[in-house]
């Protein structure tokens, strides 16, 4: 990003350095993001949507195509006469990011093509419990070895990244804490790096800060500059879109407002404090507020980070919560009463986030979605018991669009955003 | 701001328009925020730090001091032998704009030089009771007449801005909200500029936000990229800084933290919700916990908007706040006690907002300048037992540098934004 500050430099006038090259790569870049974040397009509304004339794009174009980024292709067909304007399509087989995502339950890996497409994708269970760095890796790097080993010859990976259900610091991808994970302090992104062997450092991301990406780049939040995006899984997690630029913070852990406390002296968190919307929102607090699970008696209540006793397969999970969701739908009266409790907490943070940032939209990921679906008339209501009237009235409440693959897709945005600012260096690789 | 998928244009190589003209305009920007907001600074410094050459640096200058906003001069004294770098100058006494703010308690109006320096300033107490908008812009505009008069013929109104303590939507200066002052849908922007007749129009914003900007432009914040700023009067305004920009939000309405709901079922708020951090926080509960003031029965408290029974002078305000806090420094149980509560109730609200931001830096601005002075240690508790420890590890908690200042600083900032992201504009103005 180009900050007010900095100036501008055109070696033809101010002899300045070596402009030419800094704008065609900015410019490259912007032509690859329209390409990449709205798929194909001609060169006609290229030329209209960047502002640049028609010599130019085709400049760019051919550089981009020379880069084996995107291919330009006759329109299939033209209600025009004259001779029809190329369409620039982005090279989605052939380039390629990983994608991973750590979840509580979930480790998936995908291969996703430029253009944001999903061109492969492997799962497995994770068992709750601590966080085996090298097992975990291990999955991971082995899921993109069975997919590059499908991959033609002449695909080529350029980058890597995952989403983990956590706080990542800003920089060097090390997990500094995960309740629902139990990891803390993990290298994560260096050690999957190291084990993919692709000699490509990973990115990380907060999984529920790279689906708010997710939904902001190409789900039902395209085009709103200011969203917040709620993630349900075992805990909550959040990412924000303010002023169209993901909410990081000072060290990378923005948009923690799971542990934001609703319920001073509430529920106990994972985190250590009490009241957190995660405490009350979160899948414990719906599970046995709707007799799924064994209640837990407060003196049973275990310190953050000491193992939990096991309970039976099926009391817990994203089943699980559906299950509570469609029990309340089809008339069962404790499965109605949680869910009335959840949405009362649930729209009292999601005021307090309102009155906050004044989005223009709300969006429920995960198992939120299940949750908000069935718990809506609650939100609204304590929306407008605490949100201020001009905060809330052009506010949109929405679902994920890109469900359970936000985070990945995400992932995915977070691994090509290095080509999208500079496709050179890809050139300079791919040739080189 | 150029945004990442704006292309840049050069006409040399593209063809694609007035990009030389473009550029110069930009750079003439960034040399003059450079100067604005860092103080004289010489040539040779601005080479370095714009990363532009020396004879560029020498054509933007000319050209700012032909517009008449800089000056250049021979620096006192050099210890260097050759020719010494001339120093550029803001032109502060000459060039200004007229900064106003309206407060519940007080009506204020500064004329603010170039660089930020308060040439002149008129104050009025204000009574708390319903917005008159005619008698509160003729008095602003009254001030304005007053300071107009003693300035020197060649001096240059360039921009009027107002704080306001309320919602204000983006654009058209409209006050939405603002239950402390009793307005609500006031049309004060359109209004102020009419009766200060300099043909200027007068942008408007929340004062917490333009105390933030301030802070964050030369105050304690300088330099900060994140932080959240807290502003205390009658009611808990605030202003955040995320990635270096104000957020805004959708409308114009962000950093209402204020409204946050902190105490769920909660004292009763000015905004017609209960527990928000302002009802906890704010004057009123301090002076009622303090026994200041005359506590009011539950059945007392009036709806919103309605006239409040005239209290004693002397009873509330600045000054009412500030005798508590120095009651309770001297002894005083009730004040001790009193600022215990509040501290309590600020700090699990800063503990939220540190969870939700990830801030590098908190400051207590307005009258919560003196009560976290006087509750520190409440704050610093609750941050302890409700931030999560990488959130808060390398958080700064911060008192106000401007103090009283910070909301005429801010909307200075605002009245000068034009003519730095074009100071040519103003050359126009001036020249032609």
Chains 1, 2 share one sequence.
Not at 63 to 70: E, K, N
Not at 140 to 157: E, N, S, Y
Not at 388 to 411: I, K, W
């Amino acid at each position: 990003m180009i900050s007010d500050s900095q100036p501008l430099k055109e070696s033809q006038t101010m002899r300045a350095g070596p402009s030419q090259e800094d704008i065609r790569r900015h410019n490259l870049g912007a032509l690859l993001r329209h390409v990449h974040l709205g798929g194909p397009i001609s060169r006609a509304e290229l030329t209209s949507k960047m502002g640049l004339n028609r010599s130019t794009i085709m400049a760019l174009t051919s550089d981009l195509t020379a880069a084996g980024l995107v291919r330009e292709e006759l329109p299939r067909e033209t209600g025009r006469a004259g001779r029809p304007s190329l369409v620039v399509r982005p090279e989605s087989a052939r380039v390629y990011v990983f994608a991973f995502d750590v979840g509580p339950d979930r480790l998936a890996a995908a291969r996703v093509g430029l253009g944001g497409v999903i061109l492969d994708r492997r799962e497995s269970v994770r068992e709750r419990g601590p966080f085996k760095l090298d097992e975990l890796t291990g999955t991971l790097a082995g899921f993109a070895r069975q997919m590059r080993r499908k991959t033609r010859p002449d695909t080529v990976c350029v980058g890597a990244a995952a989403a983990v259900s956590g706080g990542v610091r800003k920089g060097d991808g090390v997990v500094r804490f995960g309740p629902n994970l139990k990891a803390e302090e993990v290298p994560f992104g260096e050690e999957l790096g190291r084990r993919l062997g692709l000699g490509l450092p990973v990115s990380v991301g907060n999984d529920a800060n790279l689906a708010a990406l997710a939904e902001h780049s190409r789900g039902i939040g395209a085009a709103v500059r200011d969203l917040i995006y709620l993630h349900g899984d075992v805990g909550i997690g959040g990412g924000i879109i303010a002023g169209g630029h993901l909410l990081g913070g000072h060290d990378g852990y923005g948009g923690e407002v799971g542990h934001m406390v609703v319920n001073p002296g509430g529920r106990a968190c994972g985190c250590g404090s009490n009241g957190c919307l995660e405490a009350e929102v979160g899948e414990r607090a719906l599970l046995e507020s709707a007799g799924r699970t064994r209640q837990r008696q407060p003196a049973e209540q275990e310190p953050p980070g000491q193992p939990r006793e096991p309970e039976p397969p099926g009391q817990r999970g994203r089943d699980a919560v559906r299950a509570v969701v469609e029990g309340a739908d089809r008339g069962d009266i404790m499965a109605q009463d949680a869910l009335t409790r959840i949405g009362d907490w649930l729209g009292l943070g999601v005021a307090n986030l309102v009155n906050i940032f004044n989005p223009e939209m709300v969006i429920f990921g995960g198992t939120l979605r299940e949750i908000y679906l069935g718990s809506a008339a609650q939100v609204r209501t304590q929306l407008a018991l605490h949100a201020m009237a001009p905060q809330r009235e052009r506010l949109r409440l929405r679902t994920s669009a890109l469900g359970d693959a936000a985070t990945l897709v995400g992932a995915a945005e977070l691994a090509f955003a290095h080509v999208l600012s500079d496709p050179l260096e890809v050139l300079a690789r791919v040739t080189g």
